[in-house]
């Protein structure tokens, strides 16, 4: 099983859907978590973290779910320019602060 | 300040030849990541380092090896390519542990070996 696991998609919304990602992790230890952005043949980039109590940034809602080890991602009123590929990131165990990647869930966004 | 800068962007390799990834950041970071994504697969860590003169093991570290002489500097090695190394390779910076989930990525290496 893999460490962090999410459905590939591609999720096909139209402008000013609501969608939602969720994302599973295996290992109960797992301290700290992310939702980051890539666009297509680009580096990831950092969206937003993910606090047990859940957060918003703006159009953006991350939540975390400890009990049944999943953490999601909201976006509400999509654009255009939310295509992208939305990878969950976890940090595992202690003394190495590397983060585990899920494989990323591609969002399309059409007009 | 140009964050985190990779050298060189594309490269193609026949089987058993060698070359080095140039991995520069300008923010002062100490942690510094070098990972490859391939399709399907995410992004995995091959090496890491915790500080300059010092670095470790990754998730997938077979036939790479890196060095961290500059604390701005992180090279990445491939000794005798093989054709499962092609691969897009990213490198990455973050501050030390408190600042660890936010890291930074450079633009990418797309390497092919034929």
């Known amino acids: 099983r893999k460490e962090v696991e999410q459905d590939p998609g591609p999720f096909n919304v139209p402008e000013g859907a609501t969608v939602a990602f969720n994302c599973t992790y295996s290992n109960s230890a797992s301290q700290s978590f992310f939702w980051y952005r890539q666009d297509c043949r680009k580096e990831p980039k950092l969206l937003m973290s993910?606090?047990?109590s859940g957060n918003e940034d703006g159009r953006f809602t991350a939540q975390l779910n400890r009990a049944s080890q999943y953490i999601s991602l909201l976006i509400r009123d999509s654009k255009l320019s939310d295509s992208a590929t939305y990878l969950c990131?976890?940090?595992?165990?202690?003394?190495?602060?590397?983060?585990?990647f899920g494989s990323g869930t591609r969002l399309q966004v059409q007009p | 300040n140009a964050g985190v800068t990779q050298t060189p962007k594309f490269r193609v390799l026949k089987t058993g030849q060698s070359m080095t990834l140039l991995c520069a950041q300008d923010?002062?970071?100490?942690?510094m990541y070098w990972y490859r994504q391939d399709p399907g697969m995410g992004l995995r860590l091959i090496h890491y380092s915790v500080g300059e003169g010092t670095t470790a093991k990754g998730e997938v570290p077979d036939g790479y090896n890196v060095s961290r002489l500059k604390k701005q500097n992180f090279l990445l090695g491939l000794e005798s390519a093989a054709p499962s190394q092609t691969s897009v390779y990213f490198c990455?910076?973050?501050?030390?542990?408190?600042?660890?989930?936010?890291?930074?990525f450079g633009p990418g290496t797309r390497l092919t070996v034929t």
């Open positions: 990131v976890v940090i595992t165990g202690t003394g190495r602060r590397a983060l585990t």
């Open positions: 923010m002062n970071h100490e942690y």
């Open positions: 993910v606090y047990s």
């Open positions: 990455a910076s973050s501050y030390s542990t408190r600042g660890a989930g936010e890291q930074y």
